[in-house]
Every structure is written in structure tokens, then in C-alpha cells.
């Protein structure tokens, strides 16, 4: 992954946007199984994305078997494209699990920057004490979900179809899968080839209405359509 071929801005934002305004949420799934290597790819993909102090709390749980998708449709309401989509990810941290890579993975940043490791424990410490401020699960949903969309957008990008769910009960999931109990069940993604056509976009608010300049409140208005007015 650390190869990196520069693609021309434009052609790779067009890229981004087309998948974007495309993507839907898919209803139903055809049987159609997600090769191995459109999996890996994603996976791969997901490991790269950022997290505070690089902490990279998130774990994927990866079900192609069909008993193993009944399990956790069962712990999640029931969904029936849960049962359909050849391929279910749970995304999820479990805070002991993360913790315990922390010195691996402040290890390697001080190897490869050439940074002394004592310089480094404060730095630790510090990460440390500030998730353990948080409400329970707030940081680890705040991570899992960058690399839960990173993860999305390389199947979508590979041209499969996904949905992402949070309609599950995670103690439930917990139990199907025997997670450790202070794991945070975050969200699960379905992944296949959609059954029928993709539903309609179903809209979003206007940037204007999402975004604010300068002050909250204030609208935010694109800096070249001010340019072109004066
Ligand atoms: C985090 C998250 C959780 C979701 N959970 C469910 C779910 O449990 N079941 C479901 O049918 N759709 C679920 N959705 C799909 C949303 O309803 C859908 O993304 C939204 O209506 C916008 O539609 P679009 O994705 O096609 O643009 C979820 C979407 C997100 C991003």
C-alpha cells in the first residue's frame, strides 16, 4: 500500500464524485459471492485510514459463511439483506484489544521517524489519558467509522453495491460472535451485487444549509460564486 502512483487531481476527484452520487444504499442482494481479492483490496484500503494518535482501534469481522450471516442477522432484528449479501462486516473496537497495540504501534512511529522512545511513553501517556476521558465507546466510534467509509468506498469503488447498518443490538452481536465484552459494536456493512435497481437518491440539504462561514449560523457561500458577483 505505500506505493504511491499519483493520479491527476481532477480524474480522481471525478472518480470520487461519480461514486458518490451513485452510491445507494442497497435494499436486496443477489447470491453473487465477492471474490476474495475485492475483499482484501478493502480491507487493505480501510487499514490507511487516519485515527487519533494513530491508535487504529478498529477490527473487522469479515462473514461469507451463510450460518455465520444467520447469526448475526438474528442479532440484528432480523434484516433480511443481511441473510442475502454474500458478505457481512461487522466493524468494531474492543477497548482492551486497541490498547494493548498501543506501545507496538508507538514502537514503529519511533522507529521510522527516528524518534526516542522516551520521548515517546509522554506522548502515549497522554493519548491514553485523553480516550479515557471520553464517555464509553464515543472515541471508538468516532475511528471506526472513518475506516468503516474508507472500507465502503473501496467496494463501491470496485463496483460493488453496500449498505452500511447500525440496526442491530450489539450485546446481542457480542454474544453471536463471543467479542469480548468491551467491545463496541459500531456499524455492519453488507456487500454484494444489488438485486434490483438501486432506489432513488433520496436528497440531501443543500451545502448551504450544512456548512457555515466564518460564524455559525452565517451560510456558507463558495468563494468563487462572491469572485464572479464582484
Ligand atoms: C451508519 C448507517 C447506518 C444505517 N443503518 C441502516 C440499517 O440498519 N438498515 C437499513 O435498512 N438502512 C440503514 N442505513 C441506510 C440509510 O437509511 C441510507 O444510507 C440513507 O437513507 C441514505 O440513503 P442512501 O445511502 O441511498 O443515499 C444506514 C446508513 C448509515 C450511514
Same mark, same amino acid.
Do not use: C
Given at each position: 500500500?505505500?506505493?504511491?502512483? &499519483?493520479? !491527476? ?5 471525478? #472518480? ?58 438474528? #442479532? ?65 466510534? &468516532? ?10 468506498? #473501496? ?34 456493512? #453488507? ?31 463558495? &468563494?468563487?460564486?462572491? !469572485?464572479?458577483?464582484?
Amino acid at each position: 500500500m505505500e506505493s504511491v502512483t &499519483r493520479i !491527476e487531481p481532477r480524474e480522481a476527484l471525478s #472518480a470520487l464524485e461519480d461514486i458518490v452520487i451513485q452510491r445507494r444504499a442497497t435494499p436486496h442482494f443477489t447470491s453473487e459471492p465477492v471474490p476474495g481479492e475485492v475483499i482484501d483490496t478493502a480491507l487493505s484500503v480501510a487499514s490507511q485510514a487516519p485515527s487519533g494518535y494513530n491508535l487504529q482501534p478498529w477490527r473487522f469481522l469479515v462473514l461469507t459463511d451463510a450460518e455465520q450471516r444467520e447469526k448475526l442477522r438474528a #442479532a440484528a432484528f432480523g434484516q433480511e439483506k443481511i441473510g442475502e449479501a454474500p458478505l457481512m462486516i461487522v466493524a468494531m473496537a474492543g477497548r482492551s484489544d486497541w490498547q494493548s497495540r498501543a506501545d507496538d504501534i508507538f514502537r514503529t512511529r519511533a522507529a521510522r521517524t527516528g524518534t526516542d522512545w522516551a520521548q515517546v511513553v509522554p506522548v502515549k501517556q497522554g493519548a491514553l489519558a485523553f480516550v479515557g476521558k471520553l464517555p464509553p465507546g464515543v472515541w471508538e466510534n &468516532r475511528q471506526v467509522m472513518i475506516a468503516f467509509t474508507y472500507l465502503l468506498l #473501496a467496494f463501491e469503488f470496485q463496483g460493488w453495491d453496500t449498505a452500511p447498518m447500525e440496526g442491530f443490538d450489539a450485546a446481542a452481536v457480542r454474544r453471536a460472535f463471543a467479542l469480548p465484552d468491551d467491545t463496541e459494536v459500531v456499524a455492519l456493512l #453488507a456487500v454484494g451485487r444489488a438485486r434490483e435497481h438501486d432506489p432513488v437518491h433520496p436528497g440531501r440539504l443543500p451545502v448551504s444549509e450544512i456548512a457555515y462561514r466564518e460564524q455559525f449560523g452565517t451560510p456558507y457561500v463558495s &468563494r468563487d460564486s462572491e !469572485e464572479s458577483a464582484s
